[in-house]
T-cell receptor
Framework: NAGVTQTPKFQVLKTGQSMTLQCAQD?????MYWYRQDPGMGLRLIYY???????DKGEVPNGYNVSRLNKREFSLRLESAAPSQTSVYFC???????????FGDGTRLSIL | EDQVTQSPEALRLQEGESSSLNCSYT??????LFWYRQDPGKGPEFLFT???AGEEKEKERLKATLTKKESFLHITAPKPEDSATYLC???????????FGTGTRLTVIP
């Protein structure tokens, strides 16, 4: 059972470069989420998609864009990477309301 | 403002030494409280959901409890493989997302 798959697992970028992080889930979940995790700050929501065709901003959306390509896939794009975006990025999905979110294993992104 | 605070930040236990982790929360109505386990280099793994004060859930050596202001994760006779970071998250009413605490890093020494 794959669950939530994120690619790539690691990436190093230079300031100003662009990049798209990919996420796919095979659980037929409606909702998908992008978080970043930084030391001492916990997981913070960047964007989410409550259902196919909709996206909404979370707590820290500046510098990011998202695309809900279809029910399975939800991508996160950095248009012009900045060192402050160095972080570990997690994608999650959820089925019905009040069911838990299921997470991928993250993308570790360093921006020099 | 919705807020989640976990304590302690880090906890070292001898194998077999039981203890509890705390998650205090302030939300405008609680829809659910979630506990996750996170191993180094991995994503959070779901453990429990609690919906109302007085509810308890158990899984192996772990037991989660909920009151109106906090939740506890009790670890009974822990083993080294229980070493991980434990995350607490709340789902407020009217919100589509979770708010996470910063976690408790548990180390169990053989």
């Amino acid at each position: 059972n794959a669950g939530v798959t994120q690619t790539p697992k690691f990436q190093v970028l230079k300031t100003g470069q662009s990049m798209t992080l990919q996420c796919a889930q095979d659980m037929n979940h409606n909702s998908m989420y992008w978080y970043r995790q930084d030391p001492g700050m916990g997981l913070r929501l960047i964007y989410y998609s409550a259902s196919e065709g909709t996206t909404d901003k979370g707590e820290v959306p500046n510098g990011y864009n998202v695309s809900r390509l279809n029910k399975r896939e939800f991508s996160l794009r950095l248009e012009s990477a900045a060192p402050s975006q160095t972080s570990v990025y997690f994608c999650a999905s959820r089925g019905q309301q009040n069911q838990p979110q299921h997470f991928g294993d993250g993308t570790r992104l360093s921006i020099l | 403002e919705d807020q989640v605070t976990q304590s302690p930040e880090a906890l070292r236990l001898q194998e077999g030494e039981s203890s509890s982790l705390n998650c205090s929360y302030t939300v405008s109505g609680l829809r659910g409280l979630f506990w996750y386990r996170q191993d180094p280099g991995k994503g959070p793994e779901f453990l429990f959901t609690l919906y109302s004060a007085g509810e308890e859930k158990e899984k192996e050596r772990l037991k989660a409890t909920l009151t109106k202001k906090e939740s506890f994760l009790h670890i009974t006779a822990p083993k080294p493989e229980d070493s991980a970071t434990y995350l607490c998250a709340v789902h407020p009413r009217g919100a589509n997302n979770l708010f996470f605490g910063t976690g408790t890093r548990l180390t169990v020494i053989p």
